[in-house]
C-alpha cells in the first residue's frame, strides 16, 4: 500500500517527530510505499491564492505532486500539535491547497456547490496522531474536542474516508519518558491495526 504521512511541527526535538520517526519506521517495516512529508522542513507554501481555488485550476508542480501523492494514497496518517484547538496554519494551508476539488471531492453534475459533494479518496483509511497539553477531560467537556470533528466529520467523511482514527496525546509539557515511550507503543500498535505488515 501507498501510505502518505505528513508532520506539522516546527520543532525537531518534540515528541510529534519522534511519533512521526515511529510511524514511518512501522510503515515501512510492514512493507508499505511510505510518502512522508514534514511540511515545515520542506517550508510548505501554506497560501492558497485565488487563482487556484477553481477546481480546473493549473496548479504549481509541488502543489500538483502533492494532489497527485494524495490521490494515489492507501492509506493517510497525519501528525501535529492542538494549537488553539486546531492544527497548525501550515497545516491547515496543505488541507486548503491540497483536499481540492477533483482531487478528494467533486460535486454532482448540475450542483453549484451548495450540495453535499462526493469524496474521491481512495485511501481506506486515515489516522491523526496529535498532542496536546490540556487534559483529556478538559479537550471533550470544555471545547468539545474540535480537532475530532475538524478530522473526522469536515475532511475525511467528506472526501470518502470512512475509516477513521484519532488519537491524542496529553499532557505533554509534563509527560515522562515512561509516559512517552508508552504512547509509541500505542502509535506503533495502531498502525499495526490499520497497516499490517504485507
Known sequence: MNIMVLLAHPDPASFNHAIADTVCARIKENGHRLIFHDLYQERFNPVLSAAEIPAEAELPHGIEAHCRELADADGIVIIHPNWWGQPP??????????????VAYRFLEGDAGAGIPVGLLKARSAVVFNTANTPAEREHSVFKDPLERLWRNCIFDLCGVNVFYRKMFAVVVTSTAYERALWLAEVT????RFYPHT
Open 89 to 102: 496554519a501550515l497545516l491547515k494551508g496543505w488541507v486548503d491547497r491540497v483536499i481540492r476539488p477533483g
Open 189 to 192: 500498535a495502531a498502525i499495526d
